[in-house]
């Protein structure tokens, strides 16, 4: 299976496109290595049935996707944010998963797995909308 196949399977299209977004940025060797400790998380996460692992996986690209846009667009003022909102989500993620058993935590689960998936999606949104912005001849144009 290849990567995209393994991480689609594993996480849900917004993680893949965090993949792909990010892998565009991939010249810069921090956003390379966390796109690689980000791909290895993804591949623990595939075989797990644990849906804890499956959410620390996507905080990992919540996290990784943060740090590409801080790192490749320093005069982006989002990250700041998103890594406080990703550290509220983990918080709760901690929580529901220590608090709760049975139904009661897979359903709390599942809403704190569409909060991730907003937030993902939405700095998505944002990394793509700055990479559209740069000139073709600027190293971090894909």
Do not use: C, Y
């Not at 846009?69 to 890594?83: I, K, Q, R, S």
């Not at 220590?98 to 809403?111: H, I, L, Y």
């Not at 909308?129 to 894909?142: C, E, G, H, T």
């Amino acid at each position: 299976m290849s990567k995209l196949g393994m991480i689609l399977k594993t996480t849900g299209a917004a993680v893949a496109t965090t993949v792909t977004l990010v892998s565009a940025l991939r010249e810069n060797p921090q956003i390379a290595k966390s796109l690689d400790d980000l791909v290895g998380k993804l591949k623990s996460a595939t075989d797990a049935n644990n849906p804890k692992i499956r959410f620390d996986a996507k905080m990992a690209a919540i996290d990784t996707a943060a740090d590409a846009v801080e790192l490749a667009f320093p005069e982006a003022t989002e990250p700041a944010g998103w890594h406080r909102h990703a550290q509220a989500l983990r918080v709760r993620g901690e929580l529901i998963w220590g608090a709760n058993s049975g139904g009661t935590r897979r359903k709390a689960m599942k809403a704190l797995n569409a909060e991730t998936a907003e937030l993902l999606e939405q700095i998505n949104q944002r990394l793509a909308s700055l990479q559209k912005q740069l000139r073709a001849d600027d190293p971090r144009a894909s």
